[in-house]
């Protein structure tokens, strides 16, 4: 049973199908639009299609159960097609150097044999210069009359493979780790206030974070064209009713707490404040300024009528700022009507004896901060970081082996060689060549 269930999750075609099926996902979760509204997404489904992607939950397919199980196979299947070749590995790469080896003289891909005249002088030497030449400088053993020549280079690079296999399991870990524990939101926050909850995108719902946000300040810098130049969001950390961290959010240089990273994402206008409305007495003719805030009545001059300010609007019918003035008579249905600034229609900026101009006012801002958390990023880096090492072991180094040994009797003798390469072996053989004519020239 365990041989099958191993067989099964070992198995190259396991693998292949994998990487084919998250492949083609992938690319319908690109055709699907992610993240949008319930509503948005049935304005472009009807309501079949819009059932079976709600079903797989293809709106927000990365974080899926299929896709998060697609994901976990994958790692299983690769490690276990990779731990098992780690010993074996591991101990043609770490173990001593075997010279006397007789048998690599006919299994040896690459193989010479070249018989040797009597007493020819310097032989050993020629050996180890072309060993050297080929590979590395050579160690030296004899034994039974014989000369053993043999040098290695590039043994590490058979740790490549084993990186790059690793470097998969560490990204698909880290990526399984930041799609369970991990989370993606909003928090919209007033200046002056604090908050700690944060909205999850995909309609995930909310998460209420160990510690509030509060945003001391606001501030924006308008080109003269009056598109936004800069907005920075000055914020304090506070848990436990203790201020533990502060700092600016700008866009491009977040601001990172408990795992957790802060970006400025977005703004609006959440009220205003300091309103000043311009009131004229059209029958005395008397003028003033009233200051006032949302929801706080005042009287007016020289009557009995109070006024106040019920709603302000940042663009009204496209006709610029203006707010919702009421005025308060006793005894009579309260005058509600919009007021503009001084470019506004001063014909809906009247009621009873007084006209009304929008003046000034001091803009509340809120600011739109990003919260994202990924506990399993450094996995994923590290990750890169090994696939990168694989690379380069296995693409950079060449590795070679290379054996001579010199026998020599009464008759004469030969030299027999035996090499190995994991790089271009016509290149190779086309320089063994070289060297030895050169030798046989000498």
Same mark, same amino acid.
């Given at each position: 049973?365990f041989?099958? /269930?191993y ?5 190259l ?17 690109t055709?699907?639009?992610?993240g ?15 059932? /079976? +992607?709600?079903?797989?939950n293809?709106f927000?397919m990365y ?6 199980l697609?994901?976990?196979l994958?790692s299983v ?6 731990f ?9 790469t770490f ?14 891909p690459?193989r010479k ?12 030497q020629?050996?180890a210069?072309?060993i ?22 590039g ?5 490549g ?11 698909l *870990? ?8 991990g989370?993606?939101?909003?928090m919209?926050i007033v200046?002056?206030?604090q908050s700690?909850?944060?909205?999850l995108f ?8 160990d510690?509030s ?6 501030? /924006?810098?308008f ?24 700092g ?5 240089h977040?601001?990172?707490?408990g795992g ?5 994402a977005?703004?609006?206008?959440a009220g205003?404040?300091n309103?000043?409305? +311009?009131a ?6 008397d003028?003033?300024?009233l ?7 005042v009287s007016?001059?020289e ?5 106040? /300010?019920?709603?302000?609007s ?7 700022p ?5 005025v ?6 309260h005058?509600?009507?919009?007021i ?17 101009t929008?003046?000034? +006012? ?10 994202s ?6 996995l994923?880096?590290?990750g890169?970081?090994t696939?990168? *090492? ?8 060449t ?31 086309k320089n063994l060549?070289?060297l030895?004519?050169?030798?046989v020239?000498?």
């Amino acid at each position: 049973m365990f041989k099958k /269930i191993y067989t099964f999750f070992a198995s190259l075609k396991l693998t292949i199908f994998l990487f084919l099926f998250l492949a083609a996902t992938s690319i319908l979760g690109t055709l699907i639009p992610q993240g949008l509204n319930p509503e948005q997404y049935q304005e472009l489904y009807n309501p079949r299609l819009f059932s /079976i +992607f709600d079903f797989f939950n293809a709106f927000d397919m990365y974080h899926s159960w299929w896709f998060t199980l697609l994901l976990v196979l994958l790692s299983v299947n690769v490690v276990f097609c990779t731990f098992p070749r780690i010993p074996r590995i591991w101990r043609l790469t770490f173990r001593g150097k075997k010279i006397i080896d007789d048998s690599i003289f006919a299994s040896s891909p690459i193989r010479k044999t070249i018989a040797l005249q009597k007493n020819t002088p310097g032989i050993e030497q020629q050996s180890a210069d072309i060993i050297k030449a080929l590979v590395a400088t050579p160690v030296k053993e004899e034994k039974d009359g014989r000369i053993y020549l043999f040098a290695e280079k590039g043994r590490y690079s058979r740790l490549g493979i084993i990186l790059v296999h690793l470097s998969i399991i560490f990204i698909l *870990a880290g990526g399984l780790i930041g799609t369970i524990w991990g989370f993606n939101g909003q928090m919209l926050i007033v200046e002056g206030e604090q908050s700690d909850i944060v909205t999850l995108f995909s309609d995930a719902g909310t998460k209420k974070l160990d510690f509030s946000v509060r945003c001391s300040d606001f501030a /924006i810098d308008f080109y003269e064209t009056g598109m936004p130049k800069e907005y920075r969001s000055d914020v304090t950390i506070i848990e436990g009713e203790k201020e533990r961290i502060s700092g600016s959010i700008r866009v491009n240089h977040p601001l990172k707490y408990g795992g957790m990273k802060f970006c400025q994402a977005t703004y609006g206008i959440a009220g205003v404040k300091n309103l000043q409305i +311009f009131a004229k007495n059209t029958t005395t003719k008397d003028e003033i300024i009233l200051h006032l805030n949302m929801m706080k009545k005042v009287s007016l001059p020289e009557s009995d009528t109070f006024f106040a /300010i019920a709603k302000f609007s940042p663009d009204y019918e496209g006709r610029g700022p203006a707010v919702l003035g009421v005025v308060i008579e006793s005894d009579r249905p309260h005058d509600i009507f919009w007021i503009f600034g001084d470019n506004g229609k001063t014909d809906n900026q009247k009621a009873g004896n007084f006209t009304f101009t929008l003046k000034d +006012f001091e803009k509340i801002y809120y600011t739109g901060i990003q919260v994202s958390r990924d506990p399993g990023v450094l996995l994923v880096w590290f990750g890169f970081v090994t696939i990168l *090492a694989g690379f380069i072991l296995s693409i950079f180094l060449t590795h070679r082996k290379m054996w001579i040994r010199i026998s020599e009797n009464q008759n004469g003798g030969e030299i027999k060689i035996a090499a190995t390469t994991s790089g271009d072996r016509k290149d190779f053989e086309k320089n063994l060549e070289r060297l030895l004519a050169a030798s046989v020239a000498e």
